[in-house]
T-cell receptor, first 112, second 114 residues
């Protein structure tokens, strides 16, 4: 099956720093999604990407759909304490609608 | 809209017991899914449904049953709980058309099997 490798697994940063994380796939994707999970909550969609090379922003978050269609990147600028959580990349888990494959997640800790 | 709701929020079972995790959505979404989340493994798909009366298996279906009698509800049944089923369970839903992959998640059910 399709696999997503997400890196880094965890990050410890100071408030105000920029953050970068990425996700690579063993196969080509036509959609990339980035989710954030706050402690004790379900994942919430941050950004959806549908076209190779696409660059999309959501406030301080920017995500890019890699040209090869096998990778995606998420950047967070000027981090703040509420950015703490787990960030997941996800893509279609096959040809059937409704199926998603998730990366292992990047755990982000922001020190004030 | 309440979005996706899940009950219970926490549950402790003994090995061999059965139970049903409830999931409901009020967004008229066609697609609903169940995932389990284990440390370091992301979310793995258990079962999913593309509409009322239609269900299919995901990546880790063994030990779980589902049914979809209405658009709103998608319960997950554990027939004989095992310690390996200790996990956090998330239900998700999405529209069928262009944004079908943009799934909305419930708050989760934290299950411990002793």
């Amino acid at each position: 099956g399709q696999q997503l490798n997400q890196s880094p697994q965890s990050m410890f940063i100071q408030e105000g720093e920029d953050v970068s994380m990425n996700c690579t796939s063993s196969s080509i994707f036509n959609t990339w999604l980035w989710y954030k999970q706050d402690p004790g909550e379900g994942p919430v969609l941050l950004i959806a990407l549908y076209k190779a090379g696409e660059l999309t922003s959501n406030g301080r978050l920017t995500a890019q759909f890699g040209i090869t269609r096998k990778d995606s990147f998420l950047n967070i600028s000027a981090s703040i304490p509420s950015d703490v959580g787990i960030y997941f990349c996800a893509g279609p888990g096959g040809t059937s609608y409704g199926k998603l494959t998730f990366g292992q997640g990047t755990i982000l800790t922001v020190h004030p | 809209n309440a979005g996706v709701t899940q009950t219970p929020k926490f549950q402790v079972l003994k090995t061999g017991q059965s139970m049903t995790l409830q999931c409901a959505q009020d967004m008229n979404h066609e697609y609903m899914s169940w995932y389990r989340q284990d440390p370091g493994m992301g979310l793995r798909l258990i079962h999913y449904s593309v509409g009322a009366g239609i269900t299919d298996q995901g990546e880790v279906p063994n030990g779980y049953n589902v049914s979809r009698s209405t658009t709103e509800d998608f319960p997950l049944r554990l027939l004989s709980a095992a310690p390996s089923q200790t996990s956090v369970y998330f239900c998700a839903s999405s529209r069928r058309l262009a944004s079908y992959n943009e799934q909305f998640f419930g708050p989760g059910t934290r299950l411990t099997v002793l």
